[in-house]
């Protein structure tokens, strides 16, 4: 039994050492939404939203691992920039009617050209720019560790966990 807890041991460390930006993005995107939660309800720690975050974040970023790991990168800065904007768009939306934008809103949409530039900058504020530090700070680490070469290396790396499939 102490074989197979250290081996799952060895197994999370190894992966939570290797996937550093994934790690990353979750966090950043779970502290996106608490900021959300914390500007607009107040219920910073109500649980029920976060579990939904944190799934929905947690499916999103393992979808990563069906590609490329050169890919990944971008995968990552994708969804970071996304969970980004629909965090700024709720904040901006629930300033106006008290909840968070819903589907059918987005067909709504193609009305934005109708309002002209005068509404549209009346409705932006510059409370919503926090949500996008975590992208900004993913981006930076990722630039960091190209300098350092972590990705080059992370791809002989990927030889050695097929050792981790047998364990």
Same mark, same amino acid.
């Given at each position: 039994?102490?074989?197979?807890?250290?081996?799952?041991?060895?197994? %999370?460390? +190894?992966?939570?050492? !290797?996937?550093?930006?994934? #790690? /990353?993005?979750?966090?950043? @995107? *779970?502290?996106?939404?608490?900021?959300?939660?914390?500007?607009?309800?107040?219920?910073?720690?109500?649980?029920?939203?976060?579990?939904?975050?944190?799934?929905?974040?947690?499916?999103?970023?393992?979808?990563?691992?069906? %590609?490329? +790991?050169?890919?990944? !990168?971008?995968?990552?800065? #994708? /969804?970071?920039?996304?969970? @980004? *904007?629909?965090?700024?768009?709720?904040?901006?939306?629930?300033?106006?009617?008290?909840?968070?934008?819903?589907?059918?809103?987005?067909?709504?949409?193609?009305?934005?050209?109708?309002?002209?530039?005068?509404?549209?900058?009346?409705?932006?504020?510059?409370?919503?720019?926090?949500?996008? #530090?975590?992208?900004?700070?993913?981006? *930076?680490?990722?630039k960091k560790l190209n300098k350092i070469n972590y990705f080059e290396k992370r791809e002989d790396i990927e030889q050695e966990e097929k050792?981790?499939?047998?364990?």
């Open positions: 039994m102490e074989s197979k807890i250290n081996n799952v041991k060895k197994k %999370l460390i +190894y992966i939570t050492k !290797n996937n550093i930006i994934l #790690i /990353l993005l979750i966090v950043g @995107g *779970i502290l996106e939404d608490m900021l959300l939660r914390a500007m607009t309800t107040g219920f910073t720690l109500y649980w029920k939203p976060i579990v939904t975050s944190i799934s929905m974040i947690i499916f999103f970023s393992i979808l990563s691992f069906f %590609l490329p +790991y050169k890919k990944r !990168n971008i995968y990552y800065m #994708i /969804l970071s920039t996304t969970i @980004g *904007i629909v965090n700024a768009a709720n904040f901006l939306y629930y300033k106006f009617y008290n909840s968070f934008i819903s589907l059918s809103i987005f067909e709504q949409i193609r009305q934005l050209d109708d309002l002209g530039r005068g509404t549209i900058k009346s409705i932006l504020d510059i409370r919503a720019i926090p949500f996008l #530090i975590p992208t900004v700070i993913l981006v *930076i680490v990722i050792w981790l499939e047998h364990l």
